[in-house]
């Protein structure tokens, strides 16, 4: 598990190797009245797993490319690492998540929105299938033409009534980018934000975005010149040619001297030196808000409650640009959130256990307020934490779509084996 601050304490783990030792497993739970909780790497879990069975998906874990059709079958328990380095030497590339170490189904479940989405879409838009062990212990194939509902709730619906065994993932031909990072000093912090937040809403498709503010710990594995500093962290993935790719970034490089610049032509396969997220467990409380705009004002606001000159236990406040194809209607019915909104804002706490009782909420509380004239109501389930409401998710889907999953939970799973 990656996320260590919610110990679980279920009464059963097992790791399946096939779909059908799946099926075994929530049959055997249901007959017992137990609950199964799917786990992928541990990433997104919001919350302690009580009792019941926890599976495990990680001896799921084959990827096999096909590299006439662009297509990746992923089992359930591969990470972005394991898909990009399978689809590279083809040329091809998953809309991966900014962490390679995230499991590559419970993102595409929550919709998945990658360091390259704005110019290709919302990960889940490229599923094609997916082979899906439901509460009532069916194993079933979904896609657009095979039980379209759950298929539906598949692609950003993120809580499934069934455990996933495998997908068939759509891949995009590219084998580099024009990417990497430019970490500003905590001096430049308000003129670098302020500037990012006009650069960013004007940007071309092609340019992908995000800005950090970043408190960064005094250990070995921080590159020297960033140890222990509060840093903004311009994180760029720019697709096309990289001349013109480099004249696009060419004025946030103006905006005042980057600590470090790792931007540069990347092949895909190495798209998580983007954000350069941690790769180590670690305990953090998380909370996250979707924004219609984030104008100069907002930068403004974010720098008050979480600049350099406030002292908060907040690792990482993270605004991610949204828009482009993002903003796509989508081509078949989906339940992905976030395709209205211009930016995404995400809060990760400080490792700090003995901070999660008051400081941690009291800073992110603060934030949200500070936000609210910029929020869009909405949620994104990828960039939701147990700092949000838990009901905020719950009203965050249309109502039509709303009732669409509630639908598929009851005719899939009516006895609420599946847990998450
Ligand atoms: C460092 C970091 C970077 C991230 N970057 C991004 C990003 O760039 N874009 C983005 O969209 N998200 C991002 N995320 C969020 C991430 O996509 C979600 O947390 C996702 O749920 C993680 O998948 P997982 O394998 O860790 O799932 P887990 O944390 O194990 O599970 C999360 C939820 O998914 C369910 N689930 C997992 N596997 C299955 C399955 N096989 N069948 C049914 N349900 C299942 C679980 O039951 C649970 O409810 C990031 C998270 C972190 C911590």
């Known amino acids: 598990m990656f996320n260590l601050a919610h110990p679980h304490l279920p009464l059963q783990v097992v790791e399946p190797r096939s779909a059908e030792e799946a ?17 992928g790497t541990g990433h997104g879990w919001t919350h302690a797993i009580e009792g019941g069975v926890a599976l495990l998906t990680r001896r799921l874990a084959g990827v096999v490319v096909d590299a006439g059709m662009q297509v990746a079958r992923i089992g359930a328990g591969a990470t972005w690492a394991d898909v990009l380095a399978a689809a590279a030497p083809h040329g091809l590339a998953p809309l991966a998540g900014s962490a390679p170490g995230v499991g590559a189904v419970g993102y595409l479940l929550g919709g998945g929105l990658s360091p390259l989405g704005r110019s290709f879409g919302w990960a889940s838009d490229f599923v094609r299938s997916a082979e899906i062990v439901t509460g009532r212990g069916e194993l079933l194939t979904v896609s657009a033409t095979s039980h379209p509902d759950l298929f539906a709730a598949l692609l950003g619906g993120k809580h499934l009534p069934g455990v996933v065994t495998s997908v068939e993932l759509g891949l995009v031909e590219l084998a580099t980018v024009y990417g990497g990072g430019l970490f500003f000093d905590a001096a430049d912090a308000e003129r670098v934000l302020t500037e990012w937040a006009v650069w960013s809403a004007l940007v071309p498709d092609q340019v992908n975005t995000s800005a950090a503010l970043m408190r960064l710990p005094d250990l070995d594995t921080v590159p020297t010149p960033l140890r222990g500093r509060f840093v903004v962290h311009l994180r760029l993935a720019v697709v096309g040619d990289a001349q013109l790719a480099a004249a696009l970034v060419e004025p946030l490089r103006k905006l005042a001297d980057p600590i470090v610049d790792t931007v540069a032509e990347l092949p895909v396969a190495a798209l998580g030196a983007i954000h350069a997220d941690p790769d180590q467990p670690m305990p953090a409380l998380e909370a996250g808000a979707l924004l219609r705009d984030f104008d100069p004002a907002a930068a403004a606001a974010l720098l ?35 395709r209205d909104a211009a930016y995404g804002l995400f809060v990760v706490s400080a490792p700090v256990p003995e901070l999660f009782a008051g400081p941690v909420p009291t800073a992110v509380a603060a934030l949200a307020t500070a936000m609210a004239p910029w929020a869009s109501g909405g949620f994104q389930p990828n960039f939701v934490g147990s700092l949000n409401q838990p009901t905020a998710l719950d009203g965050a889907w249309p109502a039509g779509v709303r009732e669409r999953l509630e639908h598929v939970r009851e005719h899939h799973d009516p006895a609420g084996v599946i847990g998450h």
């Open 304 to 338: 008050a409650v979480a600049g350099p000159q406030v002292e908060v236990p907040l690792a990482v406040v993270e605004v991610r640009r949204l828009g482009g194809r993002l903003a796509r209607a989508p081509q078949r019915p989906d339940s992905v959130l976030g």
């Open 23 to 39: 099926v075994r497993v929530v049959r055997d739970a249901a007959a017992r009245g137990e609950r199964v909780y799917p786990v």
